[in-house]
């Protein structure tokens, strides 16, 4: 069973909105701080957003700020990117990443693609 599953994203107008989620399964969600990263076409893949295990402690990258918000939902094992004010320049391939900093186990998300264009 792959235990971290994205979802959301596709295409979408400059300006626009999308939320990606983010389900984890077969472990205790709780205990895994959760990041967000993104890949361009032909880039390594940059950290975008990160929470705490219990959503207190958010940071983002600069390009994002003020337009994305991460969050999770413990009770429901899942969490999320809202995306906001969307530019053609955020058009990559999301990941999500959960990771237990006491064991440095983590798993990776399968990837979803947002296109942003008009």
């Known amino acids: 069973q792959v235990p971290v599953v994205q979802s959301g994203g596709g295409w979408v107008q400059p300006g626009g909105s999308t939320r990606l989620s983010c389900a984890t399964s077969?472990?205790?969600?709780?205990?895994?701080?959760m990041s967000w990263y993104r890949q361009l076409p032909g880039k390594e893949r940059e950290l975008v957003a990160l929470?705490?295990?219990?959503?207190?402690?958010?940071d983002y990258a600069d390009p994002v700020k003020g337009r994305f918000t991460v969050s999770r939902d413990n009770a429901q094992n899942t969490g999320y990117l809202q995306m906001n004010a969307l530019r053609p320049e955020d058009t990559a391939v999301y990941y999500c990443?959960?990771?237990?900093?006491?064991?440095?186990?983590?798993?990776w998300g399968q990837g979803t693609q947002v296109t942003v264009s008009s």
């Open positions: 077969g472990l205790t969600f709780s205990n895994y701080g």
């Open positions: 990443k959960v990771q237990q900093s006491s064991t440095m186990i983590h798993y």
């Open positions: 929470i705490s295990r219990s959503g207190g402690l958010t």
